[in-house]
């Protein structure tokens, strides 16, 4: 009956190819609205340069003045692509460890991994211990990406073991949260006045700590990552549909999910090393990606990487609006305009299967 | 080439708590129907799941004529918890089936092969609802063309007609034999409706805690004296019209 060779051809294919066309247009107008937000983003600033001056200065035209390029290119460009790689780097985490853990509520910030890393930056910053000493310079960096790998490998192992529920995870980060954010306020406690300002202000989270060489590690971890998640993608979704049903299709769950969460950590804690604490985005970001596209990885994983840096990019945009001349710490604004955002997707979830 | 299927003393190992153990059969062949049977929690799942690859234990499992556990047209595993909570399609469900382990591209075979089993299954009405949306039915149909969609040779189905009305009991395991003879697919199948095992198996496999109490042909293996002791249940057996032997329920509870 299902392999009869009579059948009419069918509807199916040509639906299924309408609606992958439309998920590639959802990509595609994510992208744009990532180029806008950038464009914004490079037109503001303590100076406001208009779109067109911004465009200009990009193309390298000489209508404007030398001044405006040195400006958008040398101090605002750092900082509006550190905005967009951060955000894809947090939510292309966001999007995998919501994957492999079966979990929606999973993301770097709720699961404890930026509160490590915040308290791996903060034993550098307060005593200027590092975990690996000889890498002076990238000292506070290094310790929160190895106390983030930690913890990322902390709720790892602890998800294999039998019996753990998606419930249980949530409840295991919850703990790592508690249990670091003490231990940060331990170190504070006990930081100088200088130090403890310094902590305070890395855990806020700020993209004006941005460099090129910054900019460059954190893009090189995204360039080497995502290749690694799409040549996974059907495996990755697969894992949606249970692990036995993975597992008989041939996949290694185990294995899949080890190697998924140690580039997630890598994916979550080198931003966080180099920008400070930002919540939400790896909650927010797929959640928007799955509502855009669903969750089959090959434009799951890419719509969850635009809208990521979509979303920080318009972040970085308010942070900078709200008072003029004045840049908020990013940190503060994705936390305020992520809670309201979160409460929503909750109080809607129940419609949706998330 | 046909496939088979032979145990060989397998059981199964949780840590140090055995819940399986001596399950021996003879030759499974391609195109025959074996029925898995017993009360619940006796280890059937267990079973399954140790043939797939998915738990460890002693005994030997041998699988001629089918690779194991990799690429379409091997051996395909339905398990009996049909329940996802994913943004998936079920078509993009059964595609994604047919593409593990199956290269990156989707190619025009794929999605041929997807149209297919959704018109055998008769569910191409809810291709592209997604998978929270369906019906504890209409999952376990979709569960069904996911494994179907492999090209399966030994094909494992958990208590596939469970959630199902009589109706589409009857299509999917009218289906599901006319696959195991036209494609030789050797089929083993758990299931509780001991009348479906009698008019579609061809042989029995008993299983009561933990342990396998027969293996053979359906009509010598289901007898009143079986039902008595594994279900502790009176019952006899009778032929309808056309001969197929059916369970009936006997005795003081023939009737509540």
């Known amino acids: 009956m299902a392999h009869s060779p009579a059948i009419a051809m069918p509807k199916g294919r040509g639906a299924y190819r309408v609606l992958v066309q439309r998920k590639k247009l959802v990509l595609l107008a994510l992208g744009l609205v990532l180029v806008l937000s950038i464009i914004a983003d490079l037109g503001l600033g303590p100076a406001r340069y208009t779109m067109r001056e911004v465009v200009l200065a990009l193309m390298g035209s000489t209508e404007v003045s030398r001044q405006i390029s040195v400006v958008i290119w040398d101090i605002r460009m750092p900082v509006a692509l550190m905005a967009v790689v951060v955000g894809a780097a947090l939510s292309a985490a966001g999007a995998q460890m919501q994957t492999i853990l079966n979990n929606p509520l999973a993301s770097p910030f709720t699961l404890g991994i930026s509160a490590a890393a915040s308290f791996g930056a903060s034993i550098a910053l307060v005593f200027g211990v590092g975990i690996l000493p000889w890498a002076i310079d990238y000292v506070v960096s290094i310790n929160a990406l190895l106390m983030a790998m930690a913890a990322a490998l902390f709720i790892h192992f602890m998800s294999q073991k039998r019996g753990v529920t998606v419930e249980t995870i949530v409840l295991l980060g919850i703990t790592l949260v508690f249990t670091f954010n003490a231990l940060l306020a331990l170190v504070q406690y006990l930081a100088s006045e200088q130090a403890l300002a310094a902590v305070v202000f890395w855990t806020m989270g700020s993209l004006t700590r941005a460099t090129w060489p910054k900019l460059a590690i954190t893009a090189g971890v995204l360039a080497v990552s995502l290749p690694l998640f799409m040549r996974r993608a059907w495996a990755l979704t697969a894992l949606r549909l249970g692990d036995d049903k993975a597992a008989s299709f041939g996949v290694n769950v185990r294995w899949l999910r080890l190697e998924t969460m140690m580039v997630i950590s890598l994916l979550a804690a080198v931003p966080v090393a180099f920008v400070g604490t930002i919540g939400f985005i790896g909650l927010v970001g797929p959640h928007i990606a799955r509502m855009l596209v669903g969750e089959d990885q090959r434009y799951f994983l890419p719509a969850s990487v635009l809208s990521g840096a979509t979303i920080l990019s318009l972040t970085s945009v308010i942070s900078k609006s709200i008072v003029p001349g004045t840049i908020f710490p990013i940190g503060i604004i994705t936390a305020l305009v992520g809670v309201p955002f979160l409460f929503s997707l909750i109080m809607s979830s129940r419609r949706r299967s998330w | ?256």
Do not use: W
């Open chain 2, 1 to 256: 080439m046909v496939a088979s299927l032979e145990l060989t003393d397998v059981g199964v190992r949780y840590g140090k708590q055995e819940v399986l153990a001596g399950v021996t059969t003879p030759v499974l062949k391609g195109g025959e129907i074996t029925a898995v049977i017993g009360p619940n929690a006796a280890g059937k799942s267990s079973l399954f799941r140790r043939i797939a690859g998915l738990l460890d234990g002693p005994g030997r499992i041998r699988i001629d004529g089918a690779g194991h556990l990799s690429g379409p047209g091997k051996v395909c595993y339905m398990p009996q918890d049909t329940s996802v909570n994913t943004v998936l399609t079920v078509y993009e469900s059964i595609l994604l089936a047919r593409k593990q382990g199956a290269g990156r591209r989707v190619t025009d075979q794929d999605l041929e092969e997807v149209d297919r089993v959704l018109h055998g299954l008769q569910i191409e009405p809810i291709s592209f609802k997604g998978l929270h949306e369906l019906s504890g039915g209409q999952r376990q149909l979709v569960s069904l063309a996911q494994v179907l969609v492999r090209d399966p040779k030994i094909l494992l189905l958990d208590e596939p007609t469970s959630a199902l009305d009589l109706h589409r009991q009857v299509e999917v395991l009218s289906l599901i034999r006319s696959l195991a003879k036209d494609r030789g697919i050797c089929v083993i199948l758990a299931i509780h409706d001991l009348n479906q095992v009698l008019r579609v198996a061809d042989r029995v496999m008993v299983i009561d805690a933990g342990t396998m109490v027969s293996c053979g042909p359906v009509e010598s293996v289901i007898t009143p004296t079986l039902l008595q002791t594994i279900y502790r249940v009176e019952a006899r057996i009778e032929r309808c019209s056309r001969l197929c032997p059916h369970v009936i329920i006997d005795g003081p509870i023939a009737r509540m």
